[in-house]
Nanobody, 120 residues
Framework: QVQLVESGGGLVQAGGSLRLSCAAS????????MGWYRQAPGKQRELVAD???????NYVDSVKGRFTISRDNAKNTEYMQMNSLKPEDTAVYYC??????????????WGQGTQVTVSS
């Protein structure tokens, strides 16, 4: 089992910044992709950004140029720096990773979610 613990959410004014962190622990063999998703009230969960083990990064168009995803493989931790926040960024943010077991099986794990609220 792998556990993910998120931190860094909160309330910020439009134009402000927040940094989210997500630390993985437990029976970790190999982590493939890591990512951040968000879910606003009444909306479906959407991928915000992800980063592969090789460092290839993908962002949803609405956050390009404002958010930066990164990972520290030695610490099994991913981060997302969020700048120039907008009210429409308000959502619960979830971290996600794809774990590969010693047998080669793949499984997704999710964090508990952290609230990000951007006031206008």
């Amino acid at each position: 089992q792998v556990q993910l613990v998120e931190s860094g959410g909160g309330l910020v004014q439009a134009g402000g910044s927040l940094r989210l962190s997500c630390a993985a622990s437990g029976s970790i063999f190999s982590i493939n992709a890591m990512g951040w998703y968000r879910q606003a009230p009444g909306k479906q969960r959407e991928l915000v950004a992800d980063i592969t083990a090789g460092g290839r990064i993908n962002y949803v168009d609405s956050v390009k140029g404002r958010f930066t995803i990164s990972r520290d493989n030695a610490k099994n931790t991913e981060y997302m720096q969020m700048n120039s926040l907008k009210p429409e960024d308000t959502a619960v943010y979830y971290c996600n990773l794809e774990h590969i077991s010693v047998r080669g099986s793949r499984r997704d794990y999710w964090g508990q979610g952290t609230q990000v609220t951007v006031s206008s």
